[in-house]
């Protein structure tokens, strides 16, 4: 937790932001597996983290805009809790280290919200992803579960985007120790990756050392050889030489606070020639990327220009033909990297994604396009001096969809069919760092993983 | 998966208990950490398991009892899903793996449920312990969510209970592989406890273990020099040097059977005298229990008999006072062993919690009892052979919970609490193994983890 003034001159700033109203703000609740008290390992919701730092199951917290007041409904424990759980400090206690005067027991929040509907008063929300907290909302606000969507305010989304895509020394602080965990665990995986290892062996140990660093995994580890699907969570396979590893895999903090990176290496630690010319062009891609990140950029340009040192290294070796840059406005470089360049990152790995893409990636000036490879682009905006992000070029060769571009003649002026045939056993390759957007241009965050083909062989050497 | 005979079975013999109606088995979904796409480890339904044994997301299960079928809700992947989840087999293929012939997407089950409701057929249903199941089961039956405990079906409970209860050779299989992870695990922890390591860092890195198996933890690992804490999941401390390390943590395999061990051992690796004059009585307690299961004893007779041991042993130590039955009868122990002596494990490390424990560990011969010390007893029912369960006595200094008994007066006439005070920084000791009821007697699954004094010392040596 920070200190209790951050959270303060959070609520505070968010209140001189709003129109007025009430902005509800509830927290998570534990999330069971396979009975109601064998749960997940807890998960704060975000924005409560971020308004109220308290990482702790079934509160609820109100900003009241109006009134220049904070509220925190949560009940305290009793001696059962304790055998069970430990001395806990109280509500009042935990709400006290994040500066809230007034605290209730959680049912005292339906009156409490009852009472504001029937003056009339506004009342600001965030789409709740999880099925309890729409019920809860549901409850409190007599607004059917389905018809939710239609009463989040926008408002709401436009200030905390505002201010959670600016990162704070301490935020930043946060996400270099997650950094720092993600360092080990790709390093960890790199030395496992010899034959016969199991894929699914090398995943666990690695979320075992996220969980060990106090937060556990920021999202689903990618682990596999096959590289080229792209949200990999089978885990089945046992490594095998001449393949490829790729893991996409990231720290919480204690705090919430993510890291995501990815690496792709060879099986038993030597690249062959085939692989090293891929590779080279998705390291070129991300360097080029870093390069040109700077307040002022919009990201959708600095994933063009991604897509064209893709399409002019796979124009090199022969795999895409004709004009480079007429390829990429056609779409052609998305045969191999079908997805974004990148996205935020902060308290979420997708940082906000609850909120929707389009407030979080986009703005009034730069809108998501429909192109064909730009479409799955989360972040397109023009960055700001502390937006923290994700570099994550990357080039596959995913046989159902070659099969489909081959089938619906799509790009055919541009793809060389038959030479894309030759790679496709290949896997995937995708290499990601995390960017924080600096005054001048753009720092790596925490310290850089082994990225070229050397200084990888030299970590899986050991 | 076992073979499609298995649930074909199964499902008949579910169909020869029930009376008639239509059986409803919501599988699970994804469950989100903290935004739509961000997902916790997919965790399918356990009853779904039993029955349909498909470990996917998004499906819905109906045994139709009358008409002598099943069906299979679910949708297939379109290219989307196949670029960012890989190539997957389709219902229909899933769906003949298990031996059910008909299919529908999973819209579908709404006019299904409709049509039987509307011809006025029973419907059976176990409690939703997830929030997206009970919005599911409200908006297929109608019935408001609050009130959906009122609508289960108890005559569905009592035949799944009889089932489930007795495991068979494929289940035995997989819980001892289960009990393989687990062992790992234990040893693991075993071998780190040393003076400074972080309580966090071990448990990460056997959860990690338990992940690297295919399944994951059976339920949130403890791991804490407080033991007195009985499901203590902060490890936020060192090991210091004098303490006891206890760990309470199992695997579950890739098909969902659960382990779950507890060891308690010296950090550093060598027990005082204080420490191993109390864990000789918990293991004693161990030790007398697995002796006295077979088929046909009450499992609250074999707890009661615990009791007796723990409560002889305490008054050997001067802790306890006066007769040892009469101690017991009024619940002495229970400032010590405020919990049960074990439960029921196989899909869930509490099996069939979710359906309630009075339908699990109890029936119509034997009711639990609200006596002090017995009240927590998850399992009291008369054994039968094929059950599978734990043996998990222990001693615990809880101070809130000496204070509380020394502020009202409880049990003054047995506890000794000036001799009490001198234990009130000595942690908790509890020995946990899983038990097989056999024709004969019990079987302790898996390689029984070392659990003498010297067994543990040897080990911590490494
Ligand atoms: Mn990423
Ligand atoms: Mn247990």
Same mark, same amino acid.
């Given at each position: 937790?920070?200190?209790?003034?951050?959270?303060?001159?959070?609520?505070?700033?968010?209140?001189?932001?709003?129109?007025?109203?009430?902005?509800?703000?509830?927290?998570?609740?534990?999330?069971?597996?396979?009975?109601?008290?064998?749960?997940?390992?807890?998960?704060?919701?975000?924005?409560?983290?971020?308004?109220? +730092?308290?990482?702790?199951?079934?509160?609820?917290?109100?900003?009241?805009?109006?009134?220049?007041?904070?509220?925190?409904?949560?009940?305290?424990?009793?001696?059962?809790?304790?055998?069970? #759980?430990?001395?806990?400090?109280?509500?009042?206690?935990?709400? =006290?280290?994040?500066?809230?005067?007034?605290?209730?027991?959680?049912?005292?929040?339906? =009156?409490?919200?009852?009472?504001?509907?029937?003056?009339?008063?506004?009342?600001?929300?965030?789409?709740?992803?999880?099925?309890?907290?729409?019920?809860?909302?549901?409850?409190?606000?007599?607004?059917?579960?389905?018809?939710?969507?239609?009463?989040?305010?926008?408002?709401?989304?436009?200030?905390?985007?505002?201010?959670?895509?600016?990162?704070?020394?301490?935020?930043?602080?946060?996400?270099?120790? =997650?950094?720092?965990?993600?360092?080990?665990?790709?390093?960890?995986?790199?030395?496992?990756?010899?034959?016969?290892?199991?894929?699914?062996?090398?995943?666990?140990?690695?979320?075992?050392?996220?969980?060990?660093?106090? +937060?556990?995994?920021?999202?689903?580890?990618?682990?596999?050889?096959?590289?080229?699907?792209?949200?990999?969570?089978?885990?089945?396979?046992?490594?095998?030489?001449?393949?490829? #590893?790729?893991?996409?895999?990231? !720290?919480?903090? +204690?705090?919430?606070?993510?890291?995501?990176?990815?690496?792709?290496?060879?099986?038993?630690?030597?690249?062959?020639?085939?692989?090293?010319?891929?590779?080279?062009?998705?390291?070129?891609?991300?360097?080029?990327?870093?390069?040109?990140?700077?307040? +002022?950029?919009?990201?959708?340009?600095?994933?063009?220009? !991604?897509?064209?040192?893709?399409?002019?290294?796979?124009?090199?070796?022969?795999?895409?033909?004709?004009?480079?840059?007429?390829?990429?406005?056609?779409?052609?470089?998305?045969?191999?990297?079908?997805?974004?360049?990148?996205?935020?990152?902060?308290?979420?790995?997708?940082?906000?994604?609850?909120?929707?893409?389009?407030?979080?990636?986009?703005?009034?000036?730069?809108?998501? #396009?429909?192109?064909?490879?730009? !479409?799955?682009?989360?972040?397109?905006?023009?960055?700001?001096?502390?937006?923290?992000?994700?570099?994550?070029?990357?080039?596959?060769?995913?046989?159902?969809?070659?099969?489909?571009?081959?089938?619906?003649?799509?790009?055919?002026?541009?793809?060389?069919?038959?030479?894309?045939?030759?790679?496709?056993?290949?896997?995937?390759?995708?290499?990601?760092?995390?960017?924080?957007?600096? !005054?001048?241009? =753009?720092?790596?965050?925490?310290?850089?993983?082994?990225?070229?083909?050397?200084?990888?062989?030299?970590?899986?050497?050991?």
């Amino acid at each position: 937790m920070f200190k209790k003034d951050v959270y303060i001159e959070r609520r505070n700033r968010l209140r001189e932001k709003m129109s007025g109203g009430l902005v509800l703000l509830p927290g998570n609740v534990d999330a069971p597996m396979n009975y109601p008290d064998n749960t997940y390992h807890f998960r704060q919701d975000s924005t409560f983290l971020y308004f109220f +730092g308290i990482n702790k199951p079934g509160l609820f917290g109100v900003i009241d805009v109006d009134e220049g007041t904070d509220m925190l409904f949560g009940n305290d424990v009793d001696i059962d809790d304790i055998i069970w #759980m430990g001395p806990q400090p109280t509500l009042r206690e935990q709400a =006290a280290q994040v500066g809230v005067k007034c605290t209730d027991s959680f049912n005292e929040v339906y =009156a409490y919200v009852n009472k504001a509907l029937w003056q009339g008063r506004r009342v600001h929300f965030v789409p709740p992803y999880r099925a309890n907290n729409r019920l809860l909302l549901k409850e409190l606000l007599g607004i059917h579960t389905a018809k939710l969507p239609d009463y989040v305010s926008l408002e709401l989304i436009k200030h905390v985007v505002d201010m959670r895509s600016v990162k704070d020394q301490y935020e930043i602080a946060e996400i270099e120790k =997650a950094c720092a965990t993600g360092y080990e665990m790709h390093v960890t995986a790199m030395k496992m990756a010899k034959e016969g290892e199991s894929e699914q062996k090398i995943a666990g140990i690695i979320e075992g050392i996220a969980l060990g660093g106090g +937060g556990g995994v920021s999202f689903p580890v990618i682990l596999s050889q096959h590289g080229e699907t792209l949200h990999n969570h089978d885990h089945s396979l046992k490594l095998k030489k001449g393949m490829l #590893m790729l893991t996409d895999a990231g !720290a919480e903090t +204690g705090m919430g606070y993510a890291s995501d990176f990815t690496r792709t290496v060879p099986v038993g630690g030597k690249f062959t020639q085939k692989q090293k010319d891929i590779y080279e062009i998705v390291l070129a891609a991300n360097n080029e990327s870093t390069a040109m990140v700077k307040p +002022g950029i919009r990201y959708l340009d600095v994933h063009l220009n !991604a897509a064209r040192v893709i399409t002019s290294g796979l124009k090199d070796l022969g795999l895409i033909k004709g004009d480079v840059d007429e390829a990429v406005r056609h779409g052609a470089h998305a045969l191999f990297m079908p997805h974004g360049l990148g996205h935020m990152m902060g308290l979420d790995v997708h940082d906000m994604e609850d909120y929707g893409q389009v407030y979080v990636g986009y703005d009034d000036e730069t809108r998501p #396009m429909e192109r064909l490879g730009a !479409a799955g682009l989360r972040l397109g905006r023009r960055l700001q001096e502390g937006f923290v992000l994700t570099n994550e070029p990357g080039i596959y060769f995913i046989p159902a969809l070659i099969e489909k571009w081959k089938k619906d003649y799509i790009n055919t002026q541009y793809i060389n069919f038959d030479k894309v045939m030759e790679y496709a056993d290949f896997g995937g390759i995708r290499l990601e760092d995390d960017l924080l957007v600096t !005054a001048e241009g =753009a720092r790596i965050l925490g310290k850089r993983l082994p990225i070229t083909p050397d200084e990888v062989e030299e970590t899986m050497r050991g």
